[in-house]
């Protein structure tokens, strides 16, 4: 294979999930919620490649059982349908009939057919999805005011207070490729995955198999790095889709940009990743953590995900205390090996712990960083070469007010 020197990476302003050539996106109140929009949809003018990761949950809602069947039909993916105030999730048969219901009236909308449509649903477990609204929804598509991405990322969202999007861009055999996303996500973050859908579209011509692999191995490295809340949802996915527009040769892992490819595609799914813990329900802070040293890159993400997930590290954090011991208990939660003769943990610039003892800091210093929107947090298990970033969040009176009532 031929070696090439890797392509820059540029960020596009404003970027989302229709900035890659082809698609399109728009959102609409068909009347699931009170006000706001409740029903979106995301549709390539060409059949695409299509890879899908989803919720490890054993509950595992009906929309993500047709979409999956989709999936593995032999008819392309064009398009994705998504609805956000009710999950369609613990509703039976009844439920499988309405996910169905709801790809067919797309399908007829955008005249595909069935199998070229995804289906995405978030919301209320146990609900009833109120399929004549969808329906009625669908068939009121036309409205100009409706055909843009800003209502498509609107419409996926429930607790979230800002929409989630970004685009980068990267030439791939002279042509210049575009890889675009939007999610949602606020709280029930713990992926594998977790109460989040991600929508990812590129231009560039990928294999399908190729395509699955780098959306596993790059989900493993972002969207399955974050935690609000330790909670696992039923209903959720990340679904790629790439449509050839930009008129590369077909992407495979022996093509000699493909690692700029893959570079492109992982700074979308972490920055979307990050935006997602953000946005954490009730958060004031985003939560960084740099793990190094490790036997692993599996033990890394472990031990980084063990830190985030700890509520006395959340909470500490939220109060901007340099608690330092919570994030040492948190190191020694899972399975995987360390020596703690020779942790090292640092809060931003300021080494608090040094071959596994405390070592005097400035307390005043030490506050510094965690008082920052984003808190970085350094460990250092100087066992390998195993390393891995995860984030999260603080956590605040604000998420117990909003899952108090959030059913009622």
Not at 50 to 67: M, S
Request: proline fraction near 3%; charge should be negative; include cysteine.
């Amino acid at each position: 294979m031929e070696i090439v020197e890797e392509a820059a990476i540029h960020v596009l302003e404003a970027g989302g999930v229709t900035s890659a050539k082809g698609f399109s996106a728009g959102g609409m109140h068909c009347g699931i919620r009170k006000r706001k929009d409740d029903l979106g949809w995301l549709v390539s003018e060409v059949p695409t490649s299509a890879a899908a990761v989803y919720t490890t949950n054993q509950f595992q809602a009906a929309p993500l059982q047709v979409t999956r069947e989709s999936l593995q039909s032999e008819k392309p993916l064009q398009a994705v349908c998504v609805n956000s105030g009710v999950a369609n999730a613990c509703t039976g048969e009844q439920g499988l009939k309405d996910a169905y219901e709801m790809r067919r009236a797309m399908a007829e909308k955008v005249n595909l057919a069935e199998e070229q449509v995804a289906v995405a649903s978030t919301g209320l477990i146990g609900d009833p999805l109120p399929i004549e609204k969808i329906k009625a929804g669908f068939q009121s598509i036309g409205e100009e005011n409706d055909q843009t991405v800003e209502r498509f990322e609107q419409a996926i969202l429930t607790t979230d207070t800002c929409t989630k999007h970004v685009a980068v861009q990267v030439e791939i055999d002279g042509k210049t490729v575009t890889v675009g996303g939007a999610a949602k996500g606020s709280g029930m973050i713990d992926p594998n995955m977790a109460t989040m859908l991600a929508f990812i579209t590129t231009d560039a011509s990928v294999e399908e198999s190729a395509l699955q692999n780098v959306l596993k191995q790059g989900t493993n490295r972002t969207f399955n790095m974050i935690t609000v809340d330790g909670d696992s949802s039923t209903n959720d996915m990340v679904l790629v889709m790439a449509n050839g527009k930009a008129e590369t040769e077909t992407l495979t892992e022996d093509h000699p940009s493909w690692s700029a490819f893959v570079k492109a595609f992982e700074k979308v799914s972490e920055q979307l990743a990050k935006e997602i813990a953000r946005d954490g329900e009730g958060a004031t802070k985003l939560v960084e953590v740099h793990v190094k040293g490790a036997t692993t890159d599996q033990a890394a993400r472990s031990i980084g995900k063990e830190i985030i997930s700890s509520n006395l590290v959340k909470t500490a954090i939220y109060g901007s205390d340099p608690n330092w011991g919570r994030i040492v208990c948190a190191i020694g939660y899972g399975d995987e090996p360390i020596d703690p003769e020779k942790v090292t943990v640092s809060l931003g610039d300021v080494t608090v712990v040094d071959q596994g003892l405390p070592i005097p800091f400035d307390e005043e210093k030490a506050k510094q960083p965690l008082q920052q929107e984003t808190v970085p947090i350094y460990v250092d298990l100087h066992l390998g070469d195993g390393t891995a970033t995860a984030w999260g969040c603080d956590l605040t009176y604000e998420y117990v007010r909003i899952n108090a009532a959030y059913r009622t």
